[in-house]
């Protein structure tokens, strides 16, 4: 297929243009670099089925040329206050994304009766009330919130994609996305990998936020990537959760750091106004990625963070 990936140049945008082009399609990348790293994509340019586009997903897009999918990537989507390329500090531009851009990705898929893919995410449900939760869950989120920029972005990315599938007939998809890690992930993107994984390398006490009682499941990104493509290759359209179940404590994964690391710096307990926010529990439930899809994660924790590790003591100069 000649496919469209929006967000290419993003840590998730990238691994898919890899195994795309991998799997012998062609590949057309879009990317403004906001928040997307052109590092990623470097070893790509010159790739005889890879061509890029600088732009911005909020403006009209134009694409010469049949495109047969549509993979809409693009949006900030790190949490972390103090990153400049967090949303909390792209607020606009996150919201943005999420609508405009989604609908103009829509416009391309429509104008080219070609399949749709929408990045969602497990942040659409919120804290959740409900555990682990489920695609039916309508979620618990503050509309109002620090968080909402993002959160909601994305819950309206999702309708107007069911809004385009039923009013218009387009070929549309929509995964959840929950946590995910790899090599190319922000290490300032403020997630509990990226801030653990980086403190044990540099031999640092782990920092954990409240009494890291807070719940997290980690995928690693090739089994994710995986699952969005056996979603892209299929018929259904209603949301699917692709994410591993095996759901820890952060303060859990921050020992599991450690250990793994051989970090003898040990752990430190903050109150921090970004736990008060943070949601409490996160676990999905992916028995119909299982059913539907046929998939789940292969790649355990331990080996992920042995895969993710050069990565990350390249970019920290340790290697």
């Known amino acids: ?14 691994h898919l243009c890899d195994r795309l082009l991998s799997d012998g399609h062609e590949v057309i990348g879009l990317d403004n ?6 590092e990623n994509i470097a070893h790509l340019m010159g790739h005889g089925r890879f ?15 049949r495109v047969e999918a549509v993979l809409h990537f693009a949006s900030p989507a790190s949490p972390n206050p103090q990153s400049p390329s967090g949303y909390f500090n792209l607020p606009i531009q996150t919201m943005k994304a999420g609508a405009l851009g989604t609908h103009n990705c829509l416009g391309v898929a429509r104008a080219n009766k070609a399949r749709f893919l929408l990045a969602s995410t497990s942040e659409i449900y919120g804290d959740p009330l409900v555990h682990p939760q ?11 919130g620090p968080r909402a920029v993002y959160d909601e972005a994305k819950r309206f990315a999702e309708s107007l994609t069911m809004a385009y599938h039923r009013a218009h007939g387009v070929n549309t998809r929509i995964v959840r996305i929950f946590n995910t890690y790899g090599p190319r992930m922000d290490l300032e993107d403020g997630r509990a990998l990226p801030n ?6 540099l031999g640092q006490p782990l920092t954990v936020y409240g009494d890291g009682s807070q719940t997290r499941s980690f995928c690693y990104v090739d089994d994710l990537v995986h699952g969005i493509i056996k979603l892209l290759l299929s018929d259904e ?14 303060l859990q994964f921050a020992e599991t750091i450690n250990e793994i690391v051989g970090n003898k710096a040990g752990i430190i307990f903050v109150k921090d106004a970004r736990s008060v926010r943070d949601p409490q529990q996160r676990q999905p439930d992916i028995t119909r990625a299982r059913e539907i899809l046929g998939w789940e994660p292969q790649i355990a924790l331990a080996q992920g963070i042995e895969r993710t590790t050069p990565y990350f003591k390249q970019k920290l100069g340790l290697a």
């Open 1 to 14: 297929m000649r496919i469209l990936i929006t967000g290419a140049a993003g840590f998730l945008g990238s």
């Open 33 to 38: 670099f906001i928040t997307g790293n052109p």
């Open 51 to 65: 061509s890029f586009y600088k732009h911005d997903v909020s403006n009209y897009i134009f694409i010469p040329g």
């Open 134 to 144: 489920t695609e039916n869950y309508p979620g618990n989120v503050d509309p109002v």
């Open 196 to 201: 653990l994984l980086k403190q044990a390398l």
């Open 237 to 250: 359209h209603l949301p699917v959760n692709i994410g591993n179940q095996h759901e820890m404590t952060i």
